[in-house]
């Protein structure tokens, strides 16, 4: 048996342009090796947009020995990689390409509760951590395509993993030939520099398109699986609804959805290298989606309104203190999400190309109406079997 050994270098030179409303360009240079001693491009903040761009040394090294026991055999094309397997999307991505026949791979973070779900379900959990890069180049063995579902936690930075994880892992997966890669992104990120979470999800798509990997990059909008713990389930129980007084509006999508037409764009030849956006098929503000609940519940929600100028305050507050900058950073996109802004875009163009119908994806009247209905009846079916099991003297 021959020994394989990977010790690749790539480096990408390229610079990021994007433009505000003042037509005033901000640069991002970047230069990334494999190798030690390796240099991790470096994002532009807030207050050092108009400043040269800088680059961050960081040793991070890619490197990793295997043994090739058919030299040649080319790798199946249904070997996959879920990065942040365990997530909202990540689980029905896991799902349903165990469902359509792929031979599925799970990276997870080590954790005290093992994720043994995506085991009984029929795939293989390796462990690794996009924060340490030299666990990633072991997970990239015999796959063919790389979808990237992770995100950071909300207790740690967001760089650590939504910038120089998915830097790192981009690059190992040129490095050990990935043949595809599938990014998700945010929509309008290119629009939203000042979000440092929109700003970085912007920078991982140029980054990735610069690579040189075969690509697809999805833009999403929102879950509509993000509305139960959000309204649905407080309602239920009575507790306060948390909203703003901003007429936003947001093309909620169901997972399952997504999930769908993501392995139909995996098929299609035609759609690598090209950016999709995943919108539903309406586009609802907050209170539009507390009142179908209250409707669907049966009753009245308590809702808590939060002015969008008291986010923004507190945002400024939260930048006084160096253990408050994340905090501040993600009350950044909660007030893009509280802002006169509209998360949609028509879905003709990309339905047509993936073969998909409209009338196919779950409208989010459906998707909050089976789950009150499931709920209820659960709940019905427990009061019922409280009052069977009274015993009266």
Not at 272 to 290: C, D, H, S
Not at 353 to 382: A, C, H, M, P, R
Request: proline fraction near 5%; charge should be positive.
């Amino acid at each position: 048996m021959a020994s394989l050994r990977l010790s690749a270098q790539l480096v990408t030179r390229g610079t990021l342009n994007d433009h505000n409303s003042s037509s005033s360009f901000r640069r991002l240079s970047w230069r990334r090796s494999l190798t030690s001693g390796n240099s991790i491009p470096s994002l532009p903040s807030s207050s050092s947009l108009n400043r040269k761009p800088s680059t961050v040394l960081l040793p991070v090294t890619c490197s990793a020995a295997a043994v090739n026991l058919a030299p040649g055999t080319p790798i199946r094309p249904t070997s996959i990689l879920v990065v942040g397997a365990t997530g909202t999307l990540g689980r029905q991505i896991v799902r349903r390409a165990l469902d359509e026949g792929y031979d599925v791979r799970c990276l997870v973070r080590p954790r005290p509760a093992p994720a043994d779900f995506l085991r009984d379900w029929g795939a293989t959990v390796v462990n690794a951590d996009l924060s340490k890069p030299e666990t990633i180049p072991a997970t990239l063995v015999g796959i063919h395509t790389v979808i990237d579902c992770a995100t950071g936690r909300p207790e740690e930075p967001i760089k650590t993993v939504d910038w120089e994880g998915k830097v790192a892992l981009i690059q190992c997966a040129k490095a050990m030939g990935i043949q595809k890669y599938v990014f998700y992104s945010i929509h309008n990120c290119d629009k939203h520099p000042e979000v440092p979470l929109m700003e970085i999800k912007y920078c991982t798509e140029k980054f990735l398109q610069e690579s040189g990997l075969n690509h697809i990059t999805i833009r999403l909008c929102g879950f509509m699986q993000g509305l139960i713990g959000q309204y649905a389930v407080p309602i239920l129980e009575e507790k306060s609804v948390w909203g703003t007084d901003a007429p936003t509006r947001v093309a909620y999508m169901d997972t399952q959805d997504i999930a769908r037409l993501t392995l139909i764009a995996l098929r299609n030849d035609k759609i690598n290298g090209k950016l999709l956006t995943f919108a539903g098929p309406r586009a609802w503000t907050t209170q539009e989606v507390i009142t179908l609940c209250e409707r669907l519940a049966g009753q009245d929600a308590n809702v808590t309104t939060v002015p969008v100028s008291v986010l923004r305050v507190t945002r400024q507050l939260t930048r006084l203190f160096q253990w408050t900058n994340d905090v501040a950073d993600r009350l950044a996109f909660t007030e893009v999400l509280s802002s006169d802004t509209v998360f949609s875009v028509p879905m003709t163009e990309t339905n047509s190309l993936l073969g998909v119908d409209q009338k196919d994806l779950v409208t989010l009247e459906k998707y909050l109406q089976d789950y009150f209905s499931n709920i209820l009846k659960k709940l019905k079916d427990l009061k019922a079997q409280s009052k069977q099991s009274d015993i009266y003297f």
